[in-house]
């Protein structure tokens, strides 16, 4: 039987959390998840696309050993989707089945109908289960996707964490679960709800940040080659870009050219691979070729100068 | 981390609450239940080092992305000023870290004037008078100037109102994903039929269904201020408030040399505090037109936060751009792809003579879903009118776009 592990104590302990996982945070995101912890408030994460913001839902729920229960969240998701549905072929049938052996009391009938034997649990309503290893974490993704009316029903349930189901009952955690709500920013989430959680920004990391987490989650790539990449995507930041790489985007830039096996970064290479970094057309256009091999003597005439 | 004594603990908590009251005037709304949060927080943190207590502090107060540099300004000023963090630091640990930053930087206006209200001098609020009319001609100067409107009547607020209720935008009624109770849909709702026949104890099925549900779509409105639209500024604000009001997304942006948005302006109920909070935000009234730059500032930082979710643009500018180059056709072309509808709303098109020779005007037409003439400009009537009456693309664009050629 697994032990209950608590969640960490102070900041320090939150940031070797995250590092045992090898997530290599700042301590601004380790003060705001401590204090969400601590003091049981959601936690509302907003940035770009690919800096992480996912990952950290996954991070906790794997190094405080609790059960991850994803919510995505999409236009016109509704409660039948998000927290239950009546499993209806079953229940037809067991009306059918009632009303085969005749004598049909209705009161009866209803009670049988409606009872936990053919409710279908969803992420909603899974978080509210009590769990032997300490409550889950509910990730709540892509939070703008939806529409206001999901947003309001969240809120009341993210007050109380209580669900009522009309034909059973209050279904009430006895722990309330830990959130974490994503966004991206397509849409300005409302106030209220906002007030309820804990907000930070997720922003892009800076040079040596983004080194150590190519060093955490590519490994066995060459350093020299780790170096390049950071600061060519640094640079690349700061260009007048429809939408900047993220940190995925990063990543999946070291892990395919250290499959191609190279060593240094070189004009060929970068304009070849710089599908994985940039996803606009009109970026690719403008930075591939000669804009590219600019950048990257600009890249290492620094690190030259660094050294 | 020594335990606070009952005294530091309530100075801290009033400290605290003096920042709340900081951060209200200068514009971050902080209510007092984020202030009983920032205690607790706090408590919860301990008081570490200076960083700590800012991150602390930020996660309860901040509550948008935009809201931290005003945060970060109050906090350097607040916390600075009278030492106090030091001495908590002194009084809490046995050996302050020696880490805290001396930079000195220009605090914001507002953070100033919050803390130190009432010390400095009121500033004078010039006026300056537009002499020449500069209707029909472009110029890239950027001219900053303030704007006085006048006050709207209560016959022109009602008017506003009546004709905002008429206004039917083209594709006003959108279908959602969501499904609602429907009489003749054709999708069953399970869930309605089972309650329905258990109130027979499941001797009749009598099935129920669902529909799509309609919605309105949001609004987005680009209105041009330079000094050619002069005239027409005024009733189109008026015609932005109003729709505001009435309906549930519109964001409103106005550009000129600059781009801001004002749709928080404009959500204000009194139309003219609301045409008030406007020209405060804005400085480039009346001056040149720089419709490419502008656009491009809007599809990079605005158009994949507003344009999400099927919205309809309005366009309201006259065209006239002084250089026109490649970039305003690209810009109005990626525009064109981000949204649902792009109407375009022309003053110019009003003469009879028209013709659509200008370079601008050129670029920009081939992009637009639906080119709308406004006869009368006199009125919000005759402007709702105009916007209501549907026109079908081909139809309007390419007697345009066939007398340029």
Partial sequence: MATKISVPGSIDDTLKLLSKADYVGDRSLATVLFLALKMGRPLFLEGEAGVGKTEIAKVLSSTLGRKLIRLQCYEGLDVSAAVYE????????????????????????????????????????????????????????????????????????????????????????????????????????HDALKRRCLYHWVGYPDATRELKIVNAKVPGIGKKLAQEIVHFVQALRKEDLFKSPGVAETLDWAAALAELDAVALDPATVSDTLGVLLKYQDDIARIEGSKASELLNQVRADLRAAE | MTELTEQQRGRLAENIVYFARALRKAGIPVGPGSVVDALAAVLAAGIGTREDFYWTLHSVFVKRHEQTFLFDQAFQIFFRRRNYLEQLMGMTMPQVEGNIPDKRKEASQRVQEALFQGLGEKLQREVQELEIDMRQTVSDQEVLQKKDFAQMSAAEVAAAKSAIQRLVLPLDDVKTRRLTPHRHGHIIDMRRTLRSSMKSGGDFIDLKYLGPKTKKPPVVALLDISGSMTDYTRLFLHFLHAVTDARKRVHSFLFGTRLTNVTRALKQKDPDEALAACTASVQDWSGGTRIATSLHLFNKNWARRVLTQGAIVLLITDGLERDPDDRLEFEIDRLHRSCRRLIWFNPLLRYEAFEAKAKGIQAILPHVDEFRPIHNLESLGELCRSLSKTGSRDVATRKWVNKAA
């Fill in chain 1, 86 to 189: 009546w499993n209806y072929a079953a229940q037809m049938i067991a009306i059918r089945l009632a009303e085969a052996e005749g004598g049909v009391d209705r009161d009866r009938l209803t009670h049988d109908v409606f009872s936990e034997q053919y409710l279908i649990k969803r992420p909603l309503l899974q978080a509210l289960e009590p769990d032997t290893v300490g409550p889950p974490v509910l990730l709540i993704d892509e939070l703008d996707r939806t529409d206001e009316a999901f947003e309001a029903f969240l809120l009341e349930v993210l007050a109380d964490f209580q669900i009522t189901i009309p034909e059973m009952g209050t279904v009430k955690a006895a722990e309330p679960p830990i959130v974490i709500i994503t966004s991206n920013r397509t849409r300005e989430i």
